[in-house]
């Protein structure tokens, strides 16, 4: 922590929205040649360090990685299939993948793709944070004081917190800091995603999938088994505005049905799998597509670091690291993030 005596702020509870309902893919190299190509690649390492080192299940381990199409099952057609097709094993699928699935791919390996359970990841974060002397308080805030454009505290359901550092980093929320920080504009979209629980142990390949739903509606899903013997899929989008609270986000039951059916057309032992959740959060946007991570110009003492889109997971180590040395030192120096500076949309 840097010596940094530090205070975390939630609304409702720790990764109560994207940070707990996310998918918790990693890859090492898919952001390569690209802006946040190396922020990638430290948080990919950090990911197997916390794995080692936190001394928690955060459901971590290296996966298989593929893509594919796929199309809702015909009657009968799964039954027909259940022991695996011929081209579905020479292209190196799992015996599980034996619905109606074409065009399979190896994305990635054991040696670049990974996964984590992104609750209990943030939950033991913030459990090693606290053993360290970091505070949670949950709570809604409702202004950052400041006095001649420098931070001075937080008010807190109407209680003031004095601090000299303060860090935006409320996903799809951070751009509600407008009212009280010149940040930029980030907004949210919603996806929906289930989790089932087979009865069968599912193998650690990850599925990308190009899909078109019965009703004709084009998805790209995706299926991550995970260590813990669930399946997460996700990949349905919906269209509504960001609400206020998080604990108001609602799923909407179409998407449920829809991803259920991705389900039952991908895998015999996946289409009677009992539903543990379904389950809708909100996916933080800048206006580039880029994270926005540095200082809020103009306000000393006050930082942004959100807007990492669907790779807010994977790049969440990196970020929390470089907005560390930022804060404690001046300067971030474990990734040169100066690309990603919040000034650039000023």
Same mark, same amino acid.
């Given at each position: 922590m840097k010596g940094v005596a530090?205070?975390?702020?939630?609304?409702? !509870?720790?990764?109560?929205? !994207? !940070?707990?309902?996310?998918?918790?893919? /990693?890859?090492l190299d898919w952001q390569d040649g690209g802006v946040t190509g190396p922020l990638g690649r430290l948080s990919f390492k950090l990911h197997q360090e916390l794995a080692d080192t936190l001394g928690k299940d955060i459901g971590y381990r290296r996966v298989q990685t593929l893509s594919a199409a796929a199309a809702p099952a015909k009657q009968g057609a799964m039954h027909a299939n259940t022991r695996g097709?011929?081209?579905?094993?020479?292209?190196?699928?799992? &015996?599980? /993948?034996?619905?109606?699935?074409?065009? $399979?791919?190896?994305m990635g390996d054991e040696s670049n793709t990974a996964q984590v359970h992104p609750q209990k990841l943030s939950q033991a974060l913030m459990e090693a944070a606290q053993g360290k002397g970091a505070q949670l308080r949950i709570g809604e805030v409702?202004? $950052?004081?400041?006095?001649?454009?420098?931070?001075?505290?937080?008010i807190v359901d109407g209680e003031e917190y004095a601090a000299d550092a303060v860090v935006i980093a409320m996903g799809p929320w951070s751009g509600q800091a407008a009212k009280w920080l010149p940040v930029p504009d980030i907004t949210g979209q919603k996806y929906a995603s289930i989790v089932l629980r087979p009865e069968e142990e599912i193998s650690n390949h990850m599925l990308f999938l190009s899909y078109k739903t019965s009703s004709g509606q084009a998805l790209e899903p995706e299926v991550?088994?995970?260590? #813990?013997?669930?399946?997460?899929?996700?990949?349905?989008?919906?269209?509504?505005?960001?609400?206020?609270?998080?604990?108001? $986000?609602q799923v909407d039951p179409k998407s449920v049905e829809d991803l259920k059916e991705v389900a039952r057309s991908v895998s015999s032992k996946l289409a009677d799998a009992p539903l543990e959740v379904g389950q809708s959060c909100f996916l933080p946007l800048s206006p580039d597509g880029l994270p926005v991570m540095g200082k809020v110009p103009g306000v000393q003492g006050a930082y942004i670091a959100s807007g990492h889109s669907c790779w807010g997971i994977l790049n969440g180590p990196a970020t929390g690291l470089v907005m560390a040395e930022l804060i404690a030192d001046?300067?971030?120096? !474990?990734?040169?993030?100066?690309?990603? #500076?919040?000034?650039? /949309? &000023?």
């Open positions: 530090a205070t975390v702020v939630e609304r409702a !509870s720790v990764a109560c929205a !994207s !940070s707990g309902k996310a998918g918790g893919f /990693l890859a097709s011929q081209p579905n094993r020479r292209a190196g699928a799992p &015996a599980w /993948l034996d619905g109606s699935v074409s065009r $399979i791919k190896a409702q202004n $950052i004081t400041t006095s001649g454009k420098k931070v001075t505290g937080v991550y088994p995970r260590p #813990d013997g669930s399946v997460y899929i996700c990949g349905s989008p919906e269209h509504i505005a960001l609400p206020d609270d998080p604990k108001t $986000i001046g300067k971030a120096s !474990s990734v040169d993030i100066r690309k990603l #500076d919040p000034q650039r /949309l &000023a």
